[in-house]
């Protein structure tokens, strides 16, 4: 069970810490935390609150967003990459980044195009703000819309950009499968399946039984954008199930 500490408490810990966002299921939040728990890492978390100042999380990471992760007096990080790199380093094994250069190459890459600036994350989050926008901005989007930005004409990409990041994952997977790899690259898992599994509370939630979002907030995770309707192969849902099953909490907890 997931047991938060004070940032505090977190801060003044000599181990591993993580900050991660409380109350919705960040894909960046869900997937560090996964990551650390199937390479069996111990940690201490703490929360940080979505559109809250989080001052005393900011003040040590200088990041009012989540997740963040330390170990003993290194730098708080809060890129994907830089966590799924630290979590290598402390746990070889199970190793999430193929040992093959390419295949490495493209789980990076494919890392990217769901977590990464301009990815899949990246663009659902516009469509949220574009919804909350055309709503009337609340006090809880408000801050969140003032960090990260919106612009009209990169909202109404968005479906476009996520549909073709949609094709390209299935095709890879159909790619694997066909020759007897039932996951996205190299031989095993790796940190894609896991992005992929985590993103896709933001395409097509899992049920409340296991990801209890709040029921108001549902719809807003709930890609209806018919760009991305089309392009959502039944592989690709498929898949998440399978991998959610065999290495995400059940619940979810967030």
């Given at each position: 069970?997931?047991?938060?500490?004070?940032?505090?408490?977190?801060?003044?810990?000599d181990g591993l810490r993580i900050v991660l966002v409380r109350g919705v299921p960040s894909?960046?939040?869900?997937?560090?935390?996964?990551?650390?728990?199937?390479?069996?890492?111990?940690?201490?978390?703490?929360?940080?609150?979505?559109?809250?100042a989080n001052e005393e999380i900011v003040t040590w990471s200088g990041q009012n967003s989540g997740p963040v992760v330390a170990w003993?007096?290194?730098?708080?990080?809060?890129?994907?990459?830089?966590?799924?790199?630290?979590?290598?380093?402390?746990?070889?094994?199970?190793?999430?980044?193929?040992?093959?250069?390419?295949?490495?190459?493209?789980?990076?890459?494919?890392?990217?195009?769901?977590?990464?600036?301009?990815?899949?994350?990246?663009?659902?989050?516009?469509?949220?703000?574009?919804?909350?926008?055309?709503?009337?901005?609340?006090?809880?989007?408000?801050?969140?819309?003032?960090?990260?930005?919106?612009?009209?004409?990169?909202?109404?990409?968005?479906?476009?950009?996520?549909?073709?990041?949609?094709?390209?994952?299935?095709?890879?997977?159909?790619?694997?499968?066909?020759?007897?790899?039932?996951?996205?690259?190299?031989?095993?898992?790796?940190?894609?399946?896991?992005?992929?599994?985590?993103?896709?509370?933001?395409?097509?939630?899992?049920?409340?039984?296991?990801?209890?979002?709040?029921?108001?907030?549902?719809?807003?995770?709930?890609?209806?954008?018919?760009?991305?309707?089309?392009?959502?192969?039944?592989?690709?849902?498929?898949?998440?199930?399978?991998?959610?099953?065999?290495?995400?909490?059940?619940?979810?907890?967030?």
């Amino acid at each position: 069970m997931l047991v938060y500490r004070t940032p505090a408490e977190i801060i003044g810990h000599d181990g591993l810490r993580i900050v991660l966002v409380r109350g919705v299921p960040s894909p960046w939040s869900q997937a560090a935390k996964t990551i650390l728990e199937i390479k069996r890492l111990d940690y201490v978390a703490a929360p940080l609150d979505v559109g809250a100042a989080n001052e005393e999380i900011v003040t040590w990471s200088g990041q009012n967003s989540g997740p963040v992760v330390a170990w003993r007096d290194g730098p708080p990080l809060n890129r994907w990459l830089d966590i799924l790199l630290l979590a290598e380093r402390l746990a070889p094994t199970p190793a999430l980044l193929p040992a093959d250069p390419l295949q490495r190459a493209l789980a990076i890459g494919l890392g990217h195009e769901i977590l990464g600036e301009g990815g899949i994350a990246w663009n659902r989050r516009l469509q949220m703000f574009a919804m909350a926008v055309k709503a009337g901005v609340g006090a809880r989007m408000a801050p969140l819309i003032d960090k990260y930005g919106f612009d009209a004409d990169d909202s109404a990409a968005a479906g476009a950009r996520i549909g073709a990041t949609l094709r390209g994952l299935s095709t890879q997977l159909r790619a694997q499968q066909a020759r007897g790899v039932p996951y996205f690259v190299g031989e095993g898992l790796s940190c894609v399946d896991i992005y992929w599994t985590s993103i896709m509370n933001m395409i097509v939630p899992l049920p409340a039984a296991q990801c209890p979002i709040r029921e108001a907030s549902r719809p807003a995770f709930t890609a209806t954008d018919p760009q991305i309707v089309a392009a959502l192969d039944p592989i690709l849902v498929e898949h998440r199930d399978r991998i959610f099953k065999a290495h995400f909490r059940d619940p979810m907890e967030f």
